[in-house]
Every structure is written in C-alpha cells, then in structure tokens.
C-alpha cells in the first residue's frame, strides 16, 4: 500500500471515529424524545460502518479495473431503482417521508446514493472508450447529457434537485478531466437555463430556498428557519466551542441536527476550531484522493479516482457552506459524520476504491500486465 493509500485511511478513520462522538451527541436527545434509548441512532450508525467496512475492504482488495465492466450495470441498476422511488404505485415500499421520496424499504435504502457512484464509474468508463471522440458534441458530450440527465430527472421528482445538480457536476468534472471542451459545457449549461428556471418554479420550496439565501426578510419565517437556527448554533460555538454534549440546538430547535445539518452540532459544541480542523481534514483527504488519480496506472482509473474523489469533497464542503450561511440550504449530508446508512457506505466503498488504486502493490502488478517484457520473463 503507497505512503498516500496508508494516509487515505487514517483520515477516513479519524473522520469516522470523530463523526460517532459528534452523531451521538447530536442525536441523543432526538432518540429519548422518540422514545427509543440515547445510543439508538449510534447503533444503527455503527451497523452501516459495519457494512461499509466490509464494503471497503472488498473494494481494496478487488481490480479497480474491473470498474470498467459494472459501469453499465450500475448506471441501470441506478436508474431502475430511482425510477421504482417515484413510481405511483411504489409508495408501500418507497414511502414519502419529510414531503420526499428518496428511500426505499422504510429509510433502509437511498438509489440516489448509488446513483452517485454510478455517474463517476460510467462517465470515466465512457471517456476512455471515447477517446478523441469525446472533444465533438453530438458524438462526444451529448450522450453523457442524455444518459445522466435521466438520472437528474428522476431524482427532480423525488424531489431532490440538489443531488441532480451534484451529479451534473460530477460529470463536467470527469469529462473536463478527460479532455472534453469547455465550450460545449458554456453551450449546454446557457441551454439548461429555461428547464432549470421552469424546475425552480414547478419546485416551490427551491425558489423560497433561495430568496431566503439572498434576501432572508423577503422570505417566509419557517423557509429560512433551519438556517437561522444553524447561524446561532455556530455563532455561540464563538472559538472552542460549548463543549462536547452540551449543545442546545439538539433540544428540538434545529430541525434534522444529525443528518443534513451535522456541522452545525459541530459549530457549536467544537467552536470554529472545530469546524476549520475538519475543513482541513478533508481538504487533506482530497489531496491524498488527487495524488492518487495523479499516479494511478491507467487513464479510467486516473478518471475514476478525480470523480471518487470530487463526490466526497464537494458533498462535504456544500453542507459545511449551508450551515455557515454561504450557500443556500440543501439536503446534502457529511461524509463519514452524518447520520445515515447509505451515504456511509457509499463513502467507505469509494475510499476502498480509492486505496486498490493507491496501491503500490496493485501498480506493480498493472504494470507488469501491460509490460511486454514482464510478460516474456
């Protein structure tokens, strides 16, 4: 395992490990009041850190090449799934929960989380294939639009369009990072303009999201609670913070403190130190993350570190923007810290991912693959 790999997995492990204090604490009061024992959320959290660790050490282990082939399965599988969420008559299995349907079984199951995955590995697999083919538009970009777009309809309907807008992003960065031309992102982006306005609209809640983001006065007091409550959560954590457990917006004054709103437990009992040292912690694991695709032995698995790790850092720094008041409110969660069993092991597999391709051992082995040489002693 290189030097990057070892790193990658002590700050995953840091995370997770901070991320247990910080949810209990967050959440325990929120389980008494429900009548359930304080650790309830802390133990279904350490049954997904279970799955996921199973998850990651398969992914260590297996090709990260071997991606390539699952790319079309998991792009129809994600689409399949997130279509069974929204279907009419799915509602006994994929019920409505907080005005959305994003889950299957109850709260077990979230496609959307699979889904994210599935747009990283696809894309990367579809770049390499393409090749020179990628920098035309109608051959090159526009089937990448078509097939994602889906998917961004779908979880639209849910409704969800901040994770619609993370898997567009997520695209535009693999096919940047593969050499496809920015014009063509300029020419789609002024195009998407009308549909993404006609969503705004045809979504209420978006459009009071966001006049309470630009002008929190304009808007209704319950549209913008949540984040005033976020905002007084953090500011009274000033520098060091109230102290661990000794939080007061768990009591039932910030709506959803341990999933979409985590940091702002986190701002409070941590202070601002607590919040800058994890904004440094995983601005330390996309280094780790980038260094890997820098070095990594092919141009799908260079790609596919770049998405992996552009999933994590951009979801983790969306939430942390929302609970400071930098960014409107979305329903993004944090990586490795947020409650929530999907996400979780979402994150851990594409850690392992990202730890077969930092492989030193896995690289030699590529190496000699492809190395006729190798091959011929």
Do not use: C
């Not at 490990?17 to 009548?35: E, W």
């Not at 500011?235 to 109230?242: A, F, I, K, Q, W």
């Not at 770049?306 to 329903?331: C, D, E, K, R």
Request: glycine share 10%; hydrophobic share 55%.
């Amino acid at each position: 395992m290189g030097v990057e790999a070892r790193a990658l997995l002590l700050v995953t492990g840091t995370l997770l490990a901070f991320g247990l204090a910080v949810m209990y604490s967050a959440s325990a009061i929120v389980a008494v009041d429900t009548g359930h024992g304080s650790a309830y959320y802390l133990f279904r959290q350490l049954a997904g850190i279970v799955a996921g660790t199973v998850a990651f050490a398969v992914a260590a282990k297996w090709d990260a090449e071997r991606w390539t082939r699952l790319a079309w399965p998991l792009m129809g599988a994600s689409l399949l799934l997130m279509l069974i969420v929204v279907l009419p008559f799915t509602q006994a299995i994929a019920p409505r929960i907080h005005g959305s349907r994003r889950f299957l079984f109850g709260a077990s199951v979230q496609p959307s989380e699979l889904a994210k995955l599935a747009v990283v590995v696809w894309t990367a697999m579809l770049v390499v294939r393409k090749g020179d083919a990628l920098r035309g538009l109608t051959k090159g970009v526009l089937p990448f639009v078509v097939v994602v777009g889906a998917l961004d309809l779908l979880a639209a309907v849910e409704p969800d369009l901040s994770t619609a807008m993370l898997y567009t992003l997520l695209m535009a960065i693999v096919l940047f990072s593969g050499g496809a031309r920015i014009g063509h992102f300029l020419l789609l982006g002024a195009l998407s303009i009308p549909l993404l306005w006609h969503e705004a609209e045809r979504l209420h809640y978006v459009l009071l999201r966001t006049i309470s983001f630009f002008d929190p006065g304009a808007a209704p007091a319950q549209v913008g609670y949540q984040l005033r409550q976020s905002l007084i959560a953090v500011g009274s954590g000033r520098l060091l913070g109230v102290g661990f457990g000794q939080g007061r917006q768990q009591y039932g004054f910030l709506p959803f403190p341990f999933n979409d709103f985590i940091a702002s437990n986190i701002g409070e009992e941590w202070g601002f130190v607590g919040l800058l040292v994890l904004i440094v912690t995983f601005a330390l694991y996309g280094w780790l993350g980038f260094r890997i695709a820098r070095s990594a032995r092919s141009p799908f698995q260079q790609l596919l570190a770049i998405g992996l790790t552009a999933t994590t850092l951009i979801t983790a720094y969306l939430h942390i923007g929302v609970v400071v008041g930098l960014l409107p409110t979305t329903g993004l969660t944090l990586p490795f810290i947020s409650y929530g069993r999907s996400n979780l092991v979402l994150s851990l597999l594409m850690t392992g991912i990202l730890i077969n391709i930092g492989s030193v051992r896995e690289r030699v082995v590529g190496s000699h693959a492809t190395d006729p040489h190798a091959l011929a002693s």
